[in-house]
């Protein structure tokens, strides 16, 4: 047995015709050795290592929403207190047909909004999908009581509202609270 003879099994392997014009070409067939496994598929996008820049900017707008409601809080509790307070002086009678309750009930509610959103900001690091749910409807209900009761004064909650349900609700903030955690 010859090495160039056709026939010889140990010879180099033989190559195979040449593919016709116009189909697509296919690996060859591999020579010695242990076959081989097929090629790996990359895996999907990675979930994202830090905080992307658009939830981060959700994060500060509520921590800076958290500093309103704090000044909201404050100004509605020294209003109701005033208020009060005219209630008896008959210079202010007009003024103070407002009624106190009211003031007090709008103190409370700035105070609520303020801790919650302080909770949503706190947990944006660890937080999962509910967290984002959660995020986007605190947006959308700020921007709707700023419109109505509030509707002056709340020009500044409409945008933040506006602004935390975009940028928690988008793809980026998506992969950011769907992101895996070991």
Avoid: C
Avoid at 35 to 54: E, F, K, L, S, W
Avoid at 83 to 99: G, I
Avoid at 129 to 155: D, E, H, M, Q, S
């Amino acid at each position: 047995m010859s090495f160039g003879d056709p026939n010889n099994p140990y010879g180099p392997p033989q190559g195979g015709q040449q593919p016709n014009y116009g189909y697509p070409q296919q690996q060859g067939q591999p020579g010695y050795g242990y076959p081989q496994a097929p090629p790996v598929q990359q895996p999907y996008g990675a979930a994202p290592t830090t905080m992307p820049g658009t939830v981060n900017t959700a994060r500060v707008l509520l921590w800076i929403m958290v500093g309103f409601q704090v000044i909201g809080t404050a100004l509605f509790g020294i209003s109701a207190a005033a208020v009060d307070q005219a209630k008896d002086d008959a210079a202010f009678e007009e003024l103070a047909d407002y009624p106190t309750g009211v003031l007090w009930g709008f103190m409370v509610l700035a105070l609520i909004w303020g801790v919650w959103a302080a909770f949503l900001a706190a947990k944006f690091n660890s937080g999962g999908n509910g967290l984002r749910v959660t995020a986007l409807v605190f947006g959308i209900l700020t921007a709707i009581l700023a419109l109505y009761p509030f509707t002056i004064a709340g020009i500044v909650h409409l945008v933040f509202g506006i602004l935390i349900a975009v940028f928690v609700g988008n793809a980026k903030g998506a992969a950011w609270f769907k992101r895996p955690r070991y």
